[in-house]
């Protein structure tokens, strides 16, 4: 049924909470007090942009089910398709943002006392990337063929490698080892799911939109450059940030890469340019 699909995705999510949350696990035993708080605070960040792209394309599963049960691999094909350019098209942006602008999240959300978790934001931010993408292959692909062995086999591979790296680095390296076990895993498990998806349906992980968004995503970084040149105060440049980044993506998707994820937003400028606002 469409049901199960859903279980078998909330048991991926939850092995993966387990193996995510050994970094910090590892940092409160192996490390002190202060790494596990640099830690926290931009792990924070990155759990709630997770957490937020998690369910968005599980309205997409019904579909695929069917799609699948019909033997139509096509018709997947472009539901799968359709998912990963969703993903390129949120995530990526999130992703960049909080890179592009970590400093003053950090500084903003944390505190001024929290400078050491600028850097760990940048380590963790592209998990956000990756995470999505596996949530796509494993929700469309792995639970649609009813491949449940593969799920707990890739949550192992991640959790053997998160407990490597941290055993090994984290005495030395503290709250950055734990960040790079964190990304690892997740680039690990992703790219193991595809391979193992791309065995079922023919898919492709790059594409010119992921690298046309990736060029546009760049211009976040000349933002925020201008701002800290014009700005002075952290929580104002953010608030201009968020704004202006926004707006700055909407229309290079609407008007440049003509997005099809965009079209609402497309559709209300259209109407906005239509109006006479000069008597």
């Known amino acids: 049924g469409h049901f199960r699909p859903l279980v078998i995705l909330g048991a991926y ?61 096509t018709s997947l094909g472009k539901i799968v398709s359709g998912a990963q350019g969703s993903v390129v098209t949120f995530a990526l942006p999130v992703a960049a943002f909080l890179i592009a602008n970590s400093k003053e999240l950090i500084t903003v959300l944390a505190g001024e ?10 380590i ?56 790079y076990s964190y990304l690892a895993s997740e680039i690990l498990v992703t790219l193991v799911i595809f391979f193992i998806s791309a065995r079922l349906l023919r898919l492709k992980l790059f594409d010119h939109y992921l ?23 952290e929580g104002l440049r953010l608030v201009v940030l968020i704004f202006s980044t926004g707006l700055f993506y909407v229309l290079m998707q609407v008007y440049v890469l003509r997005s099809p994820f965009m079209a609402p937003a497309g559709r209300v400028m259209e109407r906005i340019t239509k109006l006479n606002l000069i008597k």
């Open 113 to 122: 006392g929290y400078h050491a978790s600028i850097e760990l934001l940048v």
């Open 124 to 179: 963790l931010a592209p998990a956000i990337l990756f995470v999505a993408y596996a949530q796509v292959f494993v929700s469309l692909i792995i639970s649609v063929w009813r491949k449940d062995g593969v799920l707990l086999t890739v949550s192992g591979l991640g959790m053997a490698l998160s407990v490597s790296v941290n055993l090994f680095f984290i005495p030395r390296y503290g709250a950055v080892a734990a960040a």
């Open 211 to 233: 690298l046309a968004n990736l060029a546009v995503s760049l211009g976040f970084f000349c933002l925020h450059w201008a701002a800290a040149k014009l700005l002075y105060t």
């Open 13 to 73: 999510n939850v092995l993966t909470n387990v193996y995510l949350s050994l970094p910090l696990t590892f940092l409160g035993f192996l490390s002190g007090h202060m790494e596990v708080g640099y830690y926290y605070a931009a792990n924070r960040i990155v759990q709630v942009a997770i957490t937020v792209m998690a369910g968005m394309n599980l309205v997409l599963v019904p579909s695929a089910n069917l799609a699948h049960s019909e033997g139509d691999l």
